[in-house]
Every structure is written in structure tokens, then in C-alpha cells.
T-cell receptor, first 117, second 112 residues
């Protein structure tokens, strides 16, 4: 069964450094998302991406964050100048298989745990 | 924007009893309501969903009800088992699929 894959599974970085989290969505999906989950808390929406552009973003997704689809398979989240409070699990998700455009179901990757020291 | 509330935040039930989790949403444009189960250290996984043109949906021991007028939807788990122990998130999505907004979660413990 196709899956969303994410790398790295865990990244430790120093405060102020830049990190790039990578995702490979399911190949026939149309919508891509990044979510954040601080330990023990809710799953927070960051950004959605459709047709090669951002379609929606939350107030969390400020100028520190950016997303990119550099090729036909990868979807990346870049966090510049990391802060302690950026420590969280970052989940990539995709939805919208081409043959069922209205499904809406999100398929999540296993997540990338970011630890900022 | 959409805001999803969820109650209770924690729930303990005896094995075999039923569990009910309730959610409310704020945006009347939302028309897709999924429920996700998240086990410790793992990704959220869809367990059931309901669309606004349906009032109730059932899948074995799990059922979801939706009241669009009141903007309420609920998850019902019958005959609970220890493996049902997890955090459950309700969510709401608009037709545009631009975002799915999650509730704060309910930590369910099923006591053997």
C-alpha cells in the first residue's frame, strides 16, 4: 500500500540553525500538508499546498517557514533560524487521489521529530 | 477560521463498556468530518469519517453521528477493548480541502 514517507525521522539542531524536513507524498495525490504536534498536544495545521502553490497557511506559518516542491516527488518544509519552541513532531500529509478527487482523507507520514537545543 | 472543540480531554472506561467523544465546530462551510486515532509515538490514522449529507455512519464497533444544525459530531465506540486505548482527534474540513483543523484530542484509556 502506498505511504507518505518522511526524512529524517529525528533531527537535532542548535538554536538559530536552518533545517529542512523532507516528504514524499503518495504519488497520485493532489494536496499536500504540513502539520506540527508539540509533545502531548494537538495536531496543528501549518500549511497546505496545491497546484504548486500554497493554498492556505496558519498564523504559525510565518516568514520563518517555507515550503517547496522542488521536483515531481518531494515536498519540503524549511525552518529558518530555529527556536527552542520549534521543537515538535512535524507531520507531512497528502490527500486527493486523482481517481477520487473528493475523498478528503489525509494520509500522514510517520513524522520528523525536531529537537532544538 | 474554523475552530474545533472536543470533550472530554481524558476518558477512562472499563473493557466492554462504550465510549463517547463529542466535538463541535464553528465554520458552517465545513462538510467533511474525520476521526483520527493516534497511538503513542505514532502517526494519526483515520478510523472513520462522515460527510455533511449523512447523519450517521457505522463501521463495526465504531459509529459517528453528525448534527449540522447544531454543529456537533460524536464518536461512539462500543464493546471497548484495551487496544482502543489511544488519543482520538476529531477534525473538520471545508470542500476546498485547503486544510483540516483538528480538535485538541481525547485520551482514551480502556481498563482491562
Amino acid at each position: 500500500e502506498p505511504e507518505v514517507t518522511q526524512t529524517p525521522s529525528h533531527q537535532v539542531t542548535q538554536m538559530g540553525q536552518e533545517v529542512i524536513l523532507r516528504c514524499v507524498p503518495i504519488s497520485n495525490h493532489l494536496y499536500f500538508y504540513w502539520y506540527r504536534q508539540i509533545l502531548g498536544q494537538k495536531v496543528e495545521f501549518l500549511v497546505s499546498f496545491y497546484n504548486n502553490e500554497i493554498s492556505e497557511k496558519s498564523e504559525i506559518f510565518d516568514d520563518q517557514f517555507s515550503v517547496e516542491r522542488p521536483d515531481g516527488s518531494n515536498f519540503t518544509l524549511k525552518i529558518r533560524s530555529t527556536k527552542l519552541e520549534d521543537s515538535a513532531m512535524y507531520f507531512c500529509a497528502s490527500s486527493g487521489p486523482r481517481d477520487r478527487p473528493n475523498t478528503g482523507e489525509l494520509f500522514f507520514g510517520e513524522g520528523s521529530r525536531l529537537t532544538v537545543l | 477560521g474554523e475552530n474545533v472543540e472536543q470533550h472530554p480531554s481524558t476518558l477512562s472506561v472499563q473493557e466492554g463498556d462504550s465510549a463517547v467523544i463529542k466535538c463541535t465546530y464553528s465554520d458552517s462551510a465545513s462538510n467533511y468530518f474525520p476521526w483520527y486515532k493516534q497511538e503513542l509515538g505514532k502517526r494519526p490514522q483515520l478510523i472513520i469519517d462522515i460527510r455533511s449529507n449523512v447523519g450517521e455512519k457505522k463501521d463495526q464497533r465504531i459509529a459517528v453521528t453528525l448534527n449540522k444544525t447544531a454543529k456537533h459530531f460524536s464518536l461512539h465506540i462500543t464493546e471497548t477493548q484495551p487496544e482502543d486505548s489511544a488519543v482520538y482527534f476529531c477534525a473538520a474540513m471545508e470542500t476546498s480541502y485547503d486544510k483540516v483543523i483538528f480538535g485538541p484530542g481525547t485520551s482514551l484509556s480502556v481498563i482491562p
